[in-house]
């Protein structure tokens, strides 16, 4: 089983300022790791996946995740955010198998204020 | 990238009617399709697996006689709520498993808001 730890529950940041989200994770399996970003009552967007490779994975939008196997953290992070990055960031994994079955965090908000 | 469709966005229904949410995969084929739940202001929960052409694999704890899933082709799943109650009130999201270029991803579709009166 998996389990996903997502450290901050809010996170209010000013616009043009660095973000940092912070996920941990459990897993008695090697696991991909994955972060979704949700705006307000619309579904899940995919903003960056980790597969295998470079630990330093970029995606949509300007962010970026750094996976550290040691720590099992997957965080987060964009150094200039905009008010349009007002979202629900989730951190989820699935194991590496056919069941690609997704686990996610509890979320955290980012709320971008000018 | 790829698009996920429900139908409805919202529904309104009494309490004791059942109610259709379509998922679909607009621009691929999903043999495979999720079935979430999300509470105000909660994570997602997953409730079933959908495979076309075979029966759900729902997770611990759901009712499959309560959530009846259909995935009758491979472009579109169905999760019907029979004799809904007011706690079965919530945000319902599906995804559609794909394959491209070796690399398998989840595309989520932008949900149903079920409001049982």
């Known amino acids: 089983a998996q389990s996903v730890t997502q450290l901050d529950s809010q996170v209010p940041v000013f616009e043009e300022a660095p973000v940092e989200l912070r996920c941990n994770y459990s897993?008695?399996?090697?696991?991909?790791l994955f972060w979704y970003v949700q705006y307000p009552n619309q579904g899940l967007q995919l903003l960056l996946k980790?597969?295998?490779?470079?630990?330093l994975v970029k995606g949509i939008n300007g962010f970026e995740a750094e996976f550290n196997k040691s720590q099992t953290s997957f965080h987060l992070r964009k150094p200039s955010v905009h008010i349009s990055d007002t979202a629900e960031y989730f951190c989820?994994?699935?194991?590496?198998?056919?069941?690609?079955?997704?686990?996610f965090g509890a979320g955290t908000t980012v709320t971008v204020r000018a | 990238g790829a698009v996920v469709s429900q139908h409805p966005s919202w529904v309104i229904c009494k309490s004791g009617t059942s109610v259709k949410i379509e998922c679909r995969s607009l621009?691929?084929?999903?043999?495979?399709m999720f079935w979430y739940r999300q509470f105000p202001k909660q994570s997602l929960m997953l409730m079933a697996t959908?495979?076309?052409?075979?029966?759900?694999?729902?997770e611990q704890g759901v009712e499959k006689d309560k959530f009846l899933i259909n995935h009758a082709s491979l472009t579109l799943s169905t999760l019907t709520v029979t004799s809904a109650h007011p706690e079965d009130s919530s945000f319902y999201i599906c995804?559609?498993?794909?394959?491209?270029?070796?690399?398998?991803?989840?595309?989520f579709g932008p949900g149903t808001r079920l409001l049982v009166l």
């Open positions: 995804s559609a498993r794909s394959w491209t270029s070796g690399e398998e991803t989840q595309y």
């Open positions: 897993s008695s399996v090697s696991v991909y």
């Open positions: 980790y597969l295998s490779g470079s630990t």
């Open positions: 989820a994994v699935s194991p590496r198998s056919n069941d690609y079955k997704l686990s």
């Open positions: 621009d691929f084929q999903a043999t495979t």
């Open positions: 959908s495979n076309e052409g075979s029966k759900a694999t729902y």
